[in-house]
Nanobody, 125 residues
Framework: VQLEESGGGFLQAGESLRLSCAGS????????IGWFRQTLGREREIVAA????????YYSTSVRGRFTVSRDKAKNTAYLQMTNPKPEDTADYFC???????????????????WGQGTQVTVSS
């Protein structure tokens, strides 16, 4: 499975942005998905996660209520909708996937088998 993020860029605080994660390979629509972010000198941290069956989501405290993770199975693409972003959301964003079709969401980097190259998001105040 190969993942490719897109949609990053420069935006003002409060503007909305949607990141995309296009996946190759069969059954990508049933993979558990994670969105992570990383800034210079810091560990990569979980932002949002979606279970393989699509029924469950997880959001970090810092983005809960502002970001939404979703997936379009027909397009083999996962999304991270960023609403009301803040300057502290500035980071490189990565999508990750692991082959599991269950209800569980995953929070740790080592739980994911596949990673994209990342897309940069800069939020200006």
């Amino acid at each position: 499975v190969q993942l490719e993020e897109s949609g990053g860029g420069f935006l003002q605080a409060g503007e909305s942005l949607r990141l995309s994660c296009a996946g190759s390979g069969r059954d990508f629509g049933t993979y558990a998905i994670g969105w992570f972010r990383q800034t210079l000198g810091r560990e990569r941290e979980i932002v949002a996660a979606l279970s393989g069956n699509g029924d469950n989501t997880y959001y970090s405290t810092s983005v809960r209520g502002r970001f939404t993770v979703s997936r379009d199975k027909a397009k083999n693409t996962a999304y991270l909708q960023m609403t009301n972003p803040k300057p502290e959301d500035t980071a490189d964003y990565f999508c990750a996937a692991t082959l599991t079709s269950g209800y569980q969401t995953y929070y740790y980097r080592q739980e994911y088998s596949y990673w994209g190259q990342g897309t940069q998001v800069t939020v200006s105040s």
